[in-house]
């Protein structure tokens, strides 16, 4: 944390290295600009090159630092040029946010689902996630410690119907998350995860207009779809050494879900 004369406030992630997957859009970006915010060096991990250079070219015009990496987080090669590339500008890895995912309207019961739906979003967003860990936590080891945040989702948590293939990856992200926690706490790595509820991205915006998204599932929304922004905060929590007491946890941004 350190104090921003300019701003006049607190900077909660204040010359930090944050590496922030999918921040090209939805939640990776809010996280991008609020991260840039706070006083983080960001470095954009992103697939989709002309989002990941607007975000980029956004955060640099109001006069923050920030790389963007070309990345795929499914593919091995990619992520440890992600990795090394950050090691090369910065020297040091903090925050590692691995936020790529979602569900797919291919997606439904096992029973029915295509298996290359199942395999993808193992591949995406489980083994990029636990690509992200593989080559970024042996850089904090060395450093003496770090942040690493996963998205996990509350479909991962609660019984969720026709999402199969995605609560099946979100779930194992989850476990990850805990004993991964536990491996690394003796080097001061924290490894927790955020779990939102549906949030209105553009994505989630045209699954709804498809009707995507049955209308029970949107009323147990009781606070209605979760912002973006909003889950962006949760992930600065655990990101900032705010909450350097916490690890393993699984930080619901919930909308009341689970109590609905
Ligand atoms: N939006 C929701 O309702 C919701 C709810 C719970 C959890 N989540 C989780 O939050 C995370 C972000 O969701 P979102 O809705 O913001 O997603 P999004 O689709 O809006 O954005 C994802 C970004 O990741 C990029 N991307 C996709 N595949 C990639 C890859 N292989 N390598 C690098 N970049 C890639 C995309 O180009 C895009 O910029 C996901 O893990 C999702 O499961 C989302």
Request: charged fraction near 20%; charge should be neutral.
């Amino acid at each position: 944390m350190g104090f921003d004369r300019r701003e006049g406030k607190i900077m909660r992630v204040a010359g930090k290295i944050a590496v922030i997957t999918g921040g090209g859009a939805g939640i990776g970006r809010a996280c991008v600009e609020l991260f840039a915010r706070e006083g983080a060096t960001v470095v954009i991990a992103e697939r989709d090159a002309a989002t990941g250079e607007a975000a980029r070219d956004a955060i640099i015009a109001q006069g923050h630092h920030c790389l963007f990496v070309p990345t795929d987080v499914s593919e091995a090669d990619s992520v440890r040029h992600l990795i090394a590339t950050t090691m090369q500008n910065f020297s040091r890895i903090d925050i590692l946010y691995n936020n790529v995912g979602g569900s797919t309207m291919n997606d439904g019961p096992v029973t029915t689902a295509p298996f290359e739906e199942f395999w993808n979003k193992i591949k995406v967003d489980l083994f990029g996630t636990w690509l992200g860990c593989h080559y970024a936590i042996p850089h904090m080891i060395a450093a003496g410690g770090g942040s690493v945040i996963n998205a996990s989702s509350m479909y991962g948590l609660v019984g969720t119907p026709n999402r199969d293939a995605y609560t099946a990856a979100k779930g194992a992200i989850t476990a990850l998350t805990r004993s991964m926690a536990v491996e690394f706490a003796k080097h001061r790595v924290r490894v927790n995860a955020v779990a939102a509820a549906g949030t209105n991205t553009e994505r989630v915006r045209a699954r709804v207009a498809q009707g995507g998204v049955s209308q029970k599932v949107l009323d147990a929304h009781l606070l209605g779809l979760v912002e973006p922004m909003d889950v962006a905060q949760a992930v600065l929590y655990l990101a900032s050494d705010e909450s350097r007491s916490t690890t393993g946890h699984i930080l619901a941004v919930d909308s009341g879900l689970t109590i609905s």
